[in-house]
């Protein structure tokens, strides 16, 4: 039977071969760690998508609105990116919405869009109609 390492401090593990990890410090350090290791791709697109949501929040906040129409260049001045969303929604054919997170936009012409602060509530609704 061949000893095996504990994955996070390469100390031999007593007892249960099938044991990945000395104890529950060892296993946190490790995924703590793969969670840094594996995600620069991860962190750097919730980023985006997380500073589109700030800024369609920025935009909306001064003027107390659910929507307000802006021009796209505004936007792009600011750094947001049009091809990172969350989710499309499209209640019928003409309209569409892009949001990112509780926050979207939805197109009106080539210059203009319209930003739009998530009202569907969708998952508290749902929550509510599960009881
Ligand atoms: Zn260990």
New binding site residues.
């Given amino acids: 039977m061949t000893d095996k390492n504990?994955l996070?401090?390469d100390?031999p593990i007593k007892g249960r071969t099938d044991k990945k990890?000395?104890?529950d410090s060892?296993r946190n350090n490790y995924n703590n760690h793969m969670n840094c290791y594996t995600s620069p791709l991860v962190r750097n697109v919730n980023n985006i998508l997380k500073r589109n949501r700030k800024i369609l929040e920025d935009l909306l906040a001064p003027y107390d609105k659910k929507v307000l129409v802006i021009e796209r260049q505004k936007l792009v001045e600011r750094g947001f990116q049009f091809d990172y969303i969350t989710e499309h929604y499209h209640p019928d054919k003409k309209e569409h919405y892009y949001y990112c997170y509780d926050y979207g936009y939805r197109p009106i012409d080539q210059e203009k869009v319209l930003a739009v602060k998530d009202t569907r509530k969708k998952h508290s609704s749902r929550e509510r109609s599960r009881r």
């Fill in positions: 504990c996070a401090c100390r990890f000395c104890d060892c």
